[in-house]
């Protein structure tokens, strides 16, 4: 799926409890999406901890959406944490990271960008989800 010219591709970044189904998954990115104006043609990628590799609602989303899914182990997330806009200590519990959602957003967009990525939406949690957006802001948009 090709980003629109002029429209800075965006990275997401998601965590989930066991068993969240891809609908409200894909609810949590289309509500976020839209009120903030921000264009579904401009994600590029979705990611989320390795724990959650075999996590049927992410696989799901990923497939209907068309869109690559990344999993990144808490050591390569945990490098993230500096730049997280909170830290939990929960998350830290059951993942052995701060935050899922914000770090695998931002190490993607790193990934996949080629540059310093920053939060574009930082982490908002509904039910037992998290969602964050991640860009290259050198990219514009």
Not at 51 to 69: N, S, V, W
Request: charged share 15%.
């Amino acid at each position: 799926m090709a980003v629109p010219p002029g429209v800075a591709p965006l990275y997401a970044g998601l965590g989930c409890r066991r068993g969240a189904p891809a609908s409200e998954l894909a609810g949590l990115l289309r509500d976020v999406m839209q009120s903030r104006n921000l264009p579904f043609a401009a994600l590029v990628g979705l990611a989320s901890i390795d724990l959650k590799r075999q996590e049927p609602g992410l696989l799901q989303l990923a497939a209907d959406l068309g869109l690559p899914l990344h999993f990144f182990s808490a050591v390569q997330l945990a490098a993230f944490t500096p730049r997280l806009s909170h830290r939990s200590a929960i998350a830290f519990q059951h993942s052995g990271c701060y935050g899922v959602a914000e770090s695998s957003a931002l190490a993607l967009a790193e990934q996949l960008g080629g540059g310093l990525a920053a939060l574009r939406v930082e982490r908002i949690v509904r039910d037992d989800m998290t969602l964050a957006l991640a860009w290259l802001p050198a990219s514009g948009g």
